[in-house]
């Protein structure tokens, strides 16, 4: 079972910028690619940012792509997510997973989630 604890959310004004952190454990992280997605309310969770297991490949979704930037650590086992230029449709609960499938739009691996991170964007 892979555990994923997400921090660094808050409350920023439009424009601003945060940096999400994941720290993973129970399983090899390094040999998982790795994504971020999130959930707005009363919307389905959608895919974010994703990185490859060696750091060679990133994919985002078109909404955040020149904004966001994924990153990660495999010696620290921790997977980031710096936003900038943040608007306020990016208010939502961030989660990591592992992930699988085309870097661009990947899956999530695991059925099992932490608790998020709420990013909560002011206009």
């Known amino acids: 079972q892979l555990r994923l604890v997400e921090s660094g959310g808050g409350l920023v004004q439009a424009g601003g910028s945060l940096r999400l952190s994941c720290a993973a454990s129970?399983?090899?992280?390094?040999?998982?690619?790795m994504g971020w997605f999130r959930q707005a309310p009363g919307r389905e969770r959608e895919f974010v940012a994703a990185?490859?297991?060696?750091?060679?490949?990133?994919g985002y979704a078109d909404s955040v792509k020149g904004r966001f930037t994924i990153s990660r650590d495999n010696r620290r086992r921790e997977v980031y997510l710096r936003m900038d230029a943040l608007k306020p449709e990016g208010t939502a609960v961030y989660y990591c997973?592992?992930?699988?499938?085309?870097?661009?739009?990947?899956?999530?691996?695991?059925?099992?989630w932490g608790q998020g991170a709420q990013v909560t964007v002011s206009s």
């Open positions: 990185i490859s297991f060696n750091s060679l490949s990133t």
């Open positions: 997973n592992a992930v699988g499938g085309v870097i661009s739009n990947p899956n999530p691996l695991f059925d099992s």
């Open positions: 129970g399983r090899t992280v390094s040999s998982y690619g």
